[in-house]
């Protein structure tokens, strides 16, 4: 009779890969209700990205075009690397504090779990990549030929994919500084080879072919459209899917790679 009776109390786990509306967006509220918490979390995932688009526009105070030519590329690279830092060690946190555990063993399913952090962050990253767009056009005087929504959508695509690839990590990091010390393998290669410092097709052939592969590549291609084209281009619409498809990718792996360490 007992054995019975625990049987029926223990709660089913979700069946795996399908996502639950409920389950995730209860899961985005707790994740926002705690940061609400941490403004220190909270300024550094809004409000750095913006401090130092206006450190740049007045580091070349004295070339204004140069800041036009490098300010878009960066208003999309400064929330990718801003998203990947705070999501991992945020993610990590929850996983070493034991919260994932408890989660876990409760009927929520790996992806509801993945999807409502992405979700959580993914709505910081809204404010985040608004602020830091309105901020470089209309008071930084970032000046661009297309449209600033196309430029607002890149933003919050890189903001959405350092969203994923943080969530990604975190599953590797046995703690906090491991963490951090996955930013040099993951976002500094790209950020020497998506194009910010010199044209991609002046790089060495091998290193252009790695490029070619790397999603912070194709941001940058398409923050260039925008900057040089008023019109959306191709080109901009290969760069978006792009982008878009590999921040889902990763999420989707950071779903597989989650350990249910309770079991």
């Known amino acids: 009779m007992s054995t019975t009776s625990l049987t029926s109390t223990t709660p089913a786990p979700a069946p795996i890969g399908v996502i639950n509306a409920g389950r995730t967006t209860a899961t985005a509220a707790r994740v926002l209700r705690q940061l609400r918490n941490d403004p220190r979390t909270i300024a550094l995932m809004i409000l750095v990205p913006c401090l130092m688009l ?33 999501t991992s060690i945020a993610t990590l946190r929850e996983r070493t504090s034991g919260t994932l555990e408890r989660l876990l063993a409760m009927p929520l399913g790996k992806a509801d779990l993945i999807a409502g952090y992405a ?25 661009v030929t297309g449209s600033p929504w196309l430029l607002l959508l890149v933003a919050l695509l890189d903001a959405l994919l350092g969203t994923a690839l943080g969530l990604f990590v975190s599953a590797f990091a046995a703690s906090e500084f491991q963490a951090v010390q996955f930013m040099p393998a993951v976002i ?32 940058v291609d398409g923050m260039n459209q925008v900057l040089r084209h008023t019109d959306m281009t191709a080109t901009f619409v290969r760069d978006v899917l792009i982008v878009a498809g590999c921040a889902l990718l990763v999420l989707a792996l950071g779903a597989a790679t989650l350990r249910r360490r309770t079991e």
Do not use: K
């Open 188 to 219: 500094f290669p790209q950020l020497l080879l998506c194009g910010l410092f010199t044209a991609r097709s002046n790089m060495h052939p091998v290193l252009e072919a790695i490029s070619d592969v790397l999603p912070m590549s194709y941001a």
């Open 54 to 86: 206006i450190l740049l526009r007045y580091v070349f105070d004295g070339s204004p075009r140069t800041f036009d030519n490098i300010g878009a590329s960066l208003l999309g690279i400064f929330p990718l690397i801003t998203m990947f830092l705070v």
């Open 119 to 143: 979700l959580a962050f993914g709505t910081l990253a809204i404010v985040q990549s608004a602020l830091a767009t309105g901020l470089a056009l209309w008071v930084l005087g970032l000046d």
